[in-house]
């Protein structure tokens, strides 16, 4: 049974940066129907996507969030990471990491819905 | 970006009615090459991460109990309970995944009645 579990600091400075590791467990990140992604949910606020890596390394990122996001995967130790540059309290959130199916659209291998999902972190920015 | 609107915010159901969750999103999610309509629906309850539910607007996920359905095309999706249990009181989530940033909607509360 795939699962995945979150990890790193949960306490961030402004302007520094949140960096999160999500260790797959039970599956292989190499997995060729499988992108990986982070999502993120405020406290009492709804889902945000941040962004999706598949094991070769292609990404897709949040426009809102790109200049600041960088996602990277580690197919030796079967995980991704994610780094968020320059915080702020409004990246206060629970931090989730996700299995996403990948899915053939057109020309391109593109991520799909989440299917498996870590416990989440929350993590909190200040000071 | 495409936005995904769920109505009600809030819903109230007696254990065993029909509960009934809507989607609308600002443009079509069809792929019209494959025919599918690219959405999802979660289930979330307090504490833990949200479990998928359907996905292609109506294919139920393993294990997943029937009587959850997922029904609509092109902008507008339905999640339905058939009858509902105490322990579907949750919050309910649709997502699209058809161009990104992938978006979901702001979550219907469902509670009994």
């Known amino acids: 049974q795939l699962q995945l579990q979150e990890s790193g600091p949960g306490l961030v400075k402004p302007s520094e940066t949140l960096s999160l590791t999500c260790t797959v467990s039970?599956?292989?990140?190499?997995?060729?129907?499988?992108?990986w992604g982070w999502i993120r949910q405020s406290p009492g606020k709804g889902l945000e996507w941040i962004g999706s890596?598949?094991?070769?390394?292609?990404?897709f990122y949040n426009p809102s969030l790109k200049s600041r996001v960088t996602i990277s995967v580690d197919t030796s130790k079967n995980q991704f990471s994610l780094k968020l540059s320059s915080v702020t309290a409004a990246d206060t959130a629970v931090y989730f990491c996700?299995?996403?199916?990948?899915?053939?659209?057109?020309?391109?291998?593109?991520?799909?819905?989440?299917?498996?999902w870590g416990q989440g972190t929350l993590v909190t920015v200040s000071s | 970006d495409i936005v995904m609107t769920q109505s009600p915010d809030s819903l109230a159901v007696s254990l065993g009615e029909r509960a009934t969750i809507n989607c609308k999103s600002s443009?079509?999610?069809?792929?019209?090459?494959?025919?599918?309509?690219?959405l999802a629906w979660y289930q979330q309850k307090p504490g833990q991460p949200p479990k998928l539910l359907i996905y292609?607007?109506?294919t139920r996920e393993s294990g997943v109990p029937d009587r959850f359905s997922g029904s609509g095309s092109g902008t507008d999706f339905t999640l339905t309970i058939s009858s509902l249990q105490a322990e579907d009181v949750a919050l309910y989530y649709c997502?699209?995944?058809?161009?990104?940033?992938?978006?979901f909607g702001q979550g219907t509360r469902l509670e009994i009645k």
């Open positions: 996700a299995r996403v199916q990948a899915v053939d659209t057109g020309m391109l291998r593109t991520p799909a819905y989440f299917q498996h």
């Open positions: 039970g599956g292989s990140i190499s997995s060729s129907s499988s992108y």
């Open positions: 890596i598949y094991y070769s390394g292609s990404t």
């Open positions: 443009q079509s999610i069809l792929y019209r090459s494959n025919n599918k309509n690219y």
């Open positions: 292609w607007a109506s």
């Open positions: 997502h699209q995944y058809y161009t990104p940033p992938f978006t």
